[in-house]
């Protein structure tokens, strides 16, 4: 249900990893007494079991060598500042992490900003090191698409400062893919949840009032982000080539967010994912809102989580192939 018509099970979304946890914990009890009520959180959790698919992976490694792939990285960028100090510019050497020396032939970047006297600096290592010299950025936008593949066209929608959508059409060996980049409306609870974490004085009505702004903001944010999920799933759906959907939505996968954008797409996590696939590392815990989505056309090989030391966010990394995709072209 979109959050625009009841908001209140958009937030309740966000109580799944624990409601499951506690269901995981009265089974094991269950069990250690044999009794047969074990069955009924059983039962909740098999009838849940696209909200489970969506926190747990199950695959490990990938499932075969396909002569052509193509290799994706998105990874929200902390407008390249260190999550526990913002004022200090992310070395080079901290961005070259995020890649496992690994081959990455696109890379879609949210919050890439950085400090105009740092960009230089990551520009040139992702250009000649990293071998990805086409980009759709300029630094106004905090979205950036980099990648290796020669960009034949691209669209750029902003819904404020900070978020909007943009995609770009690449000539993959003779076989033109359009890639979305996405970062949806924030919460803006973070900093409300640390105060309320780290205050160890802080009494009732003050509590309460946090609490009531929490909400509030969470509202307000989750029905911008129906409005704007449902925008970007009829730009995808309007694509005439195959697309793969990168991003950061904010949002859970048991949400109304997530289901009106994956509706008709593959998630990348679902199919090749391993164990939690949690990729929010700030105060609130438990949280999967980044995505790599592809549509039907893709056979997904690979999944990885990688880590990062200054984003509040996990970089997420898949290798996927089309069964057209053409072999390049030797040099003469």
């Not at 199919?271 to 592809?294: S, V």
């Given at each position: 249900m979109s959050p625009s018509q009841f908001w209140p099970l958009a937030f309740f979304g966000l109580l799944y990893p624990w409601l499951l946890l506690g269901h995981v914990l009265f089974i094991l009890f269950w069990l250690s007494i044999r009794h047969k009520y074990a069955l009924l959180s059983l039962a909740c959790i098999v009838l849940g079991w696209e909200h489970f698919r969506g926190l747990v992976g199950f695959h490990f490694g990938s499932a075969s060598d396909a002569p052509q792939t193509i290799s994706i990285l998105t990874f929200n960028a902390h407008s390249m500042r260190y999550f526990q100090h913002r004022q200090a510019a992310v070395d080079v050497a901290e961005l070259a992490r995020?890649?496992?020396n690994k081959k990455t032939e696109i890379v879609c970047f949210q919050e890439f900003m950085g400090y105009p006297d740092w960009n230089p600096a990551y520009l040139n290592f992702l250009k000649k090191k990293q071998k990805l010299p086409n980009r759709v950025w300029d630094e106004n936008n905090e979205l950036?698409?980099?990648t290796s593949f020669p960009v034949l066209a691209s669209k750029q929608k902003n819904f404020n400062y900070t978020n909007g959508y943009q995609y770009a059409d690449l000539n993959v060996n003779g076989t033109v893919i359009r890639v979305?980049?996405?970062?949806?409306?924030?919460?803006?609870?973070?900093?409300?949840?640390?105060?309320?974490?780290?205050?160890?004085?802080m009494e009732e009505e003050e509590a309460l009032y946090e609490m009531r702004t929490m909400l509030g903001r969470f509202?307000?944010?989750?029905?911008?982000?129906?409005?704007?999920?449902a925008e970007v799933a009829a730009e995808i759906a309007r694509s005439p080539y195959p697309v793969l959907v990168c991003g950061d939505l904010n949002d859970i996968p048991q949400s109304y967010t997530y289901r009106t954008l994956s509706a008709g797409l593959q998630?990348?996590?679902?199919?090749?994912?391993?164990?939690?696939?949690?990729?929010?590392?700030?105060?609130?815990?438990?949280?999967?809102?980044?995505?790599?989505?592809?549509?039907p056309d893709f056979q997904i090989?690979?999944?990885?989580?990688?880590?990062?030391?200054?984003?509040?966010?996990?970089?997420m990394a898949s290798v996927v192939t089309l069964p057209n995709l053409m072999t390049p072209k030797s040099p003469d």
């Open positions: 995020i890649f496992n950036a698409i980099f979305f980049n996405i970062h949806l409306q924030s919460n803006a609870i973070s900093s409300i949840a640390d105060r309320m974490a780290t205050t160890e004085d509202k307000r944010a989750a029905q911008k982000r129906a409005h704007q999920a998630d990348a996590f679902k199919e090749k994912g391993g164990g939690l696939g949690i990729t929010y590392a700030g105060r609130i815990p438990g949280l999967r809102i980044d995505y790599i989505l592809a549509s090989l690979d999944y990885e989580k990688r880590r990062s030391s200054f984003s509040d966010h996990r970089p």
